[in-house]
């Protein structure tokens, strides 16, 4: 199965701004979903886009989807420290009912 | 409501020994499923199950077994730890009802093999 590879691997950004990661793959997904977790912690559900939808909002979450591309990306708007954590894109391969294949994640630094 | 529970937080063992990380959940969730995670590695598939009795192999099973005797448990044996086995195990669960496929995770086990 595959995964997903975020870029970049690591963001450092000031309180206030905007922050964008992104996730590629290669093959055709059922849906993908984001991931936040912070240090220490297990794994928080952020938000799932399906294969047939192109942008998805929750809060100061923005998330795009663009299957021509294979490539997903994860908009912060108007940034705290508290963001501070790792975010992982999370892949449900077509075809496969049960298998959510995790990218390796970026890390994004909110500076106070 | 407590959702996925983990024990334990942490445990260092001897190469050779055998141990079995606890997974418990409390929201009647029919799939649940462990992952491993390494630096730099992200989380790793090692075995899931959709209900009691059914299991199946993930990206990395070798080394681990597992077994699903009631909705709620979902244990995960190492019979002879060695330290590639050394990582950070998560479970994780969601209901197979409906289209929400959200995952539920636990906080973790730290595993040190010496």
């Known amino acids: 199965s595959q995964q997903g590879e975020e870029d970049p691997q690591a963001l450092s950004i000031q309180e206030g701004e905007n922050a964008t990661m992104n996730c590629s793959y290669k093959?055709?997904?059922?849906?993908l979903q984001w991931y936040r977790q912070n240090s220490g912690r297990g794994l928080v559900h952020l938000i799932l886009i399906r294969s047939n939808e192109r942008e998805k909002h929750s809060g100061r979450l923005r998330v795009t989807l663009d299957t021509s591309k294979k490539s997903s990306s994860l908009l912060i708007t108007a940034s705290r420290a508290a963001d501070t954590a790792s975010y992982f894109c999370a892949l449900k391969s077509r075809g496969s009912n049960y298998k959510l294949t995790f990218g390796k994640g970026t890390l994004l630094t909110v500076n106070p | 409501n407590a959702g996925v529970t983990q024990t334990p937080k942490f445990q260092v063992l001897k190469t050779g020994q055998s141990m079995t990380l606890q997974c418990a959940q409390d929201m009647n969730h029919e799939y649940m499923s462990w992952y491993r995670q390494d630096p730099g590695m992200g989380l790793r598939l090692i075995h899931y199950?959709?209900?009691?009795?059914?299991?199946d192999q993930g990206e990395v099973p070798n080394g681990y077994n597992v077994s699903r005797s009631t909705t709620e448990d979902f244990p995960l044996r190492l019979l002879s730890a060695a330290p590639s086995q050394t990582s950070v195990y998560f479970c994780?669960?969601?209901?197979?009802?409906?289209?929400?496929?959200?995952?539920?995770f636990g906080s973790g086990t730290q595993l040190s093999v010496l």
């Open positions: 093959t055709s997904i059922n849906n």
């Open positions: 994780a669960s969601r209901t197979d009802r409906g289209s929400n496929e959200k995952l539920f």
């Open positions: 199950s959709v209900g009691a009795g059914i299991t």
